[in-house]
């Protein structure tokens, strides 16, 4: 009777992802010609829990037309950033049975702009890629050239964003998709070796490469769908809570986030729930 009832549990768990992905996820991401209001981005979008990409939303922007290599150098160059340096572009990532986190550098931008630029040479991967409001509090200088919140996201959510950060990057760099931390260690060599943080708890992140997935390590992957969009300049990506996202750059690029944490309302209550109960029964 346990084992049948089991069973059934995990043919219930087995077949959810179509059922969810048929009734809510969209086969494409959807484009909105214009900013919504903020009723209309609550109820189509946020509750839904719905991607979306907003073009003519910043319009407005200064850094539209004033953000060039030319202007950053002469605006900020001298600033100094936080760099994340890797051997192959990934911060953030699980390298075998680590959770590996990049090295860090201060460096001017302009020295970041010479190398992405290929105008100077330097070890690893270089990425302006910091989560924790790094705009306002290394590069204030630039706040003038756009909104320091999205109005009506803001009014939708009922609060400003958490953090506005600053991203600069190139095609090399990626944003990868309970591991013991480590970290990458520039060597005066130019080399990388990691280095384990045995005082830090493990960190529960997303182990395989979905541009080439190891199903036989991870063959629940299989039911996955993955949504590909394209954000070009001047363009706006929602992306919800809850979704796990992976990120690459055609090209030398700046990209600005507002990040609003996610509400711990009934949606996260039952992501938990299916969480576990998946462990439980060994469909993880």
Known sequence: MAEAA???VRRALQEFPAAARDLNVPRVVPYLDEPPSPLCFYRDWV???RP?????ALQHWPALQ??????LRATVGSTEV???VTPDGYADAVRGDRFVMPAERRLPISRVLDVLEGRAQHPGVL???KQCSNLPTELPQLLSDIESHVPWASESLGKMPDAVNFWLGDAAAVTSY????ATYQLTEEGTFRVVDE????????TPLDPLAPDLTQYPSYSQARALHCTVRAGEMLYLPALWFHHVQQSHGCIAVNFWYDMEYDLKYSYFQLMDTLTRATGLD
């Open 6 to 8: 089991l069973d059934a």
């Open 47 to 49: 509750c839904p829990n």
């Open 52 to 56: 979306c990409i907003i073009r003519n």
């Open 66 to 71: 004033k953000w060039s290599p030319s202007y």
């Open 82 to 84: 936080s760099v994340a």
């Open 127 to 129: 990425y302006v890629q």
């Open 178 to 181: 309970l591991y013991t931390p």
């Open 198 to 205: 045995e005082a830090m708890e493990k960190v529960p992140w």
